[in-house]
């Protein structure tokens, strides 16, 4: 039966493809030839064509009056990196089945991927009974026992359940509240559900109002965002993958079950090719679909072009950022084989908690100080800007408060003096700020900073790689190693000029190819050439993601004692929580400068141990213009005008109004907005209580 090509589209489950479609009819006339995405595409009546993935390319948005379309339809189109956070709107329609709410819902491994709904009834399960509006958990579909399932849980008495839905359960379910707030692409990608519009909210548009925005000036209501998917397809007689936007008028007809989908070419991606076993390998390939960007190799592999494709193994790489006080930073991925040469620089360390997770046995931390702290114990030393020390080793000391002697962890250090050295104990739960103080003139190999320091680092290129051609990280100030990653790759080299082999990542490079039945002429691999990569934001931030899931967390840093200082106590909103909604303009940077605030002691409970955490962003920030205090013979020597040049700096610095977010602004917004939720429902119940 035939249908629109948007309707077959916005109800296909992507676990069905590929599926192989006839063009029936449409605007078009037969042999008509029409420019889609830089290609040209024929879709001519009874043409046929292979559908083998679609992704959302952008929303329709309209705006929504209770629930509904607005009496003023206009309809504007939002680009996926359309700035702005959203709170999704609970869907009143309810699914039928467990097997619907998997078809038409994203559940995946990440914490957008687990949807919550409940039931207005019980659900009596072998061994344990769900009751009427508890809210259920879906994390992933697996098969249990011959049959598949949902992998579920619910939360009672602040104890997580754990049990299994049948896909064949049925009943009326309906999706919970959901109080996070998201970006779009987020929405698109995990909250719109198959053959489903999505209400969402506007919270925050991240960005002031301009001409160029095609939402009303002030606008903080409702928006029904209607999905328009880009269509990934082969057809018969070309090598290359076209892409088709669903909402083109045309109608199709599904006969996968009866057509012989092997004549089609069967593009695989690199993570399909990096899926076949090491015994295929090496394989002779032809591009469908190269990738973007001037760097080589990427520049070499355009469509059409014969590649050799030798092996796939796992490569380590650093991670890097490029050391600066505003956003955004450049990212890179370095090689272990980078033959240039690097000279250290100095470390910034927020608390006194980074410099103990710093110290090294090979050599004694030298910082200086770049922010004072007034002890509240005689028995602690108060910091003065300027001071320096050398770290020692972490301790437990006793203090006195209240005329009662409490045990604290303490670091014990020397201070610097003119002409002698003084021990004393730092508290751990000190915010203060610290730079290290350089006496290695040294050049290091990349290789030789991972075998003899523990990372993250500080350095700068002093002699650039001379075995490429254009050496991108001579040009970068300074570098902080975060990390070493492990990642996939594949080893290339060019069918008709194997003269060397390139090393390309599976995971971040779009890249489809065709394999060819040719045998391979060369089976050792010549020259290998590994290049520095220059990743996106959102590629840097899925890096650290994947690897932090194969690590154990950092320790949390030791908590301030609670006796020490009355902790402060935030204020219950007198609003409702769609009033907590309403954010100010600049939220962002409030958000931030309240998070790094001497008096807000939660922060004290972050792990500001993790080098792109927002407190250590905004410390890095803050004492960006304070590096030249390093120079010891001028470290006594700062006068009050200096550090009135740098407060200055910084509120000048606060000023700024970001337009660019990234992913640690948004979710240190999730939580605060997610601490003020819970807090206003506390009071509320504890206000009936008192009824």
Request: with cysteine; hydrophobic share 35%.
């Given at each position: ?335 272990l084989s980078y033959k240039g040469k690097f000279k250290r620089r100095p470390r910034e360390f927020p608390t006194a908690y980074d410099l ?6 090979k050599e004694q931390l030298h910082v200086v100080a770049t922010k004072a702290f007034d002890s509240p114990h005689k028995e602690l030393f ?195 929580v769609s009033d907590v909604l309403q954010v100010p303009e600049n939220f962002c940077v409030d958000t931030i400068k309240k998070l790094c ?95």
């Amino acid at each position: 039966m035939a249908c629109t090509l948007e309707k077959f589209i916005h109800s296909l489950d992507p676990r069905a493809l590929p599926r192989v479609l006839q063009i029936q009819s449409g605007i078009y006339f037969q042999g008509s030839i029409y420019e889609m995405f830089g290609n040209e595409c024929c879709l001519s009546t009874g043409e046929v064509i292979k559908v083998i993935g679609f992704k959302i390319n952008k929303l329709i948005a309209s705006i929504c009056e209770n629930n509904e379309v607005s009496r003023f339809p206009a309809k504007v189109e939002l680009p996926l990196n359309f700035p702005g956070l959203y709170k999704v709107v609970a869907d009143k329609t309810p699914y039928v089945s467990i097997e619907e709410i998997t078809r038409k819902v994203s559940i995946g491994p990440t914490r957008f991927g687990h949807p919550c709904f409940y039931s207005p009834e019980d659900i009596k399960l072998s061994n344990f009974t769900i009751k009427n509006g508890e809210q259920i958990t879906f994390n992933s579909v697996e098969e249990v026992n011959g049959m598949m399932a949902v992998n579920c849980g619910v939360v009672r008495n602040n104890q997580s359940h754990s049990f299994t839905l049948p896909l064949s359960q049925e009943g009326k379910f309906y999706e919970c509240e959901d109080d996070q707030i998201y970006t779009l692409k987020e929405i698109a990608e995990w909250k719109i559900p198959k053959c489903r519009n999505r209400i969402v909210k506007l919270s925050n548009t991240l960005h002031m109002w301009d001409s160029s925005n095609p939402l009303p000036e002030n606008f903080d209501g409702c928006l029904i965002l209607t999905p328009v998917y880009e269509v990934q397809a082969v057809m018969k007689f070309r090598k290359d993958i076209v892409h088709i936007l669903s909402d083109l008028d045309v109608e199709v007809k599904d006969i996968t079950d009866c057509y012989d989908i092997s004549s089609f070419l069967q593009p695989l991606s690199l993570e399909d090719v990096f899926e076949r076993t090491s015994k295929e390998f090496p394989m002779v390939a032809e591009i469908m679909e190269g990738p973007s960007g001037s760097q080589k190799p990427f520049n070499l592999l355009h469509t059409g072009k014969e590649i050799i494709i030798y092996k796939k193994y796992q490569a380590t790489r650093v991670l890097a950022s490029e050391i600066r006080s505003d956003s955004p930073k450049r990212h890179f991925l370095i090689p272990l084989s980078y033959k240039g040469k690097f000279k250290r620089r100095p470390r910034e360390f927020p608390t006194a908690y980074d410099l103990e997770i710093a110290r090294s046995e090979k050599e004694q931390l030298h910082v200086v100080a770049t922010k004072a702290f007034d002890s509240p114990h005689k028995e602690l030393f108060s910091l003065s800007v300027g001071d320096q020390f050398l770290v020692q080793q972490c301790q437990t000391s006793e203090v006195l408060y209240e005329g009662r002697k409490k045990v604290v962890d303490v670091l014990a250090c020397e201070q610097i003096l003119s002409d002698t050295y003084k021990k004393v104990l730092l508290p751990m739960y000190m915010e203060g700020g610290f730079v290290e103080v350089i006496h290695d003139k040294k050049q290091y190999q990349l290789s030789e900073i991972c075998k003899e320091f523990r990372l993250p680092f500080n350095a700068k290129v002093s002699v650039r790689d001379l075995s490429v051609e254009e050496d991108v990280l001579a040009a970068v100030p300074g570098l902080h190693f975060e990390e070493e990653i492990t990642d996939s790759y594949l080893l290339i080299g060019s069918g008709s000029n194997p003269v060397e082999s390139w090393e390309i990542p599976v995971y971040r490079l779009n890249m489809s190819v065709h394999l060819l039945s040719k045998d391979v002429q060369t089976v050792v691999p010549p020259a290998t050439k590994a290049i520095v990569e220059e990743i996106s934001e959102e590629q840097y931030y899925m890096v650290r993601r994947y690897e932090n899931q194969t690590l154990h967390p950092p320790p949390r840093p030791p908590k301030k004692p609670t006796t020490l200082a009355p902790k402060p106590v935030f204020a219950v909103p007198k609003h409702g929580v769609s009033d907590v909604l309403q954010v100010p303009e600049n939220f962002c940077v409030d958000t931030i400068k309240k998070l790094c605030s001497n008096q807000a002691a939660d922060v004290s409970e972050l792990q500001v141990s993790c080098q792109n955490d927002l407190v250590h962003c905004e410390n890095k920030k803050d004492m960006a213009g304070k590096t030249t205090l390093v120079d010891t013979s001028v470290i006594k020597g700062v006068t009050n005008k200096e550090l009135g040049n740098c407060e200055a700096e910084k509120e000048k610095e606060e000023e700024h109004n970001y337009d660019y977010v990234d992913e640690n602004i948004i979710e240190n917004i999730r939580k605060v907005f997610q601490d003020a939720t819970v807090r206003n429902k506390h009071a509320v119940s504890e206000g009936r209580r008192d009824i």
